[in-house]
């Protein structure tokens, strides 16, 4: 069996990586007081992160997937 790899701020071993994501979406507001949905949607993403302590692991996806995999 292989060894987790480890947060290298807080050192537990870490089995999945946290990313979060912030959906906008835009609505529009008409005259008759009716909203409607805007296709405008937006998807800020942070980077992956350690979660436990917050740390920045990677920036993005194949990174967090290397670091996943890599034993010691
Ligand atoms: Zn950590």
């Known amino acids: 069996m292989q060894e987790a790899p480890k947060c290298p701020n807080c050192k537990r071993p870490l089995t999945y990586l946290k990313r979060v994501c912030t ?3 835009e609505y529009e507001l008409s005259v ?16 992956f ?3 436990y302590c ?5 920036d993005d996806e194949t990174k ?6 890599q034993s010691k």
């Not at 008759?32 to 980077?47: H, I, L, V």
Request: net charge negative.
């Open 23 to 25: 959906e906008s979406t």
């Open 32 to 47: 008759d007081g009716c909203y409607e949905k805007a296709e405008t949607k937006k998807e800020d993403c942070s980077g």
């Open 49 to 51: 992160v350690c979660p």
């Open 54 to 58: 917050g740390y920045l692991i990677a």
């Open 64 to 69: 967090a997937i290397e670091f996943l995999r």
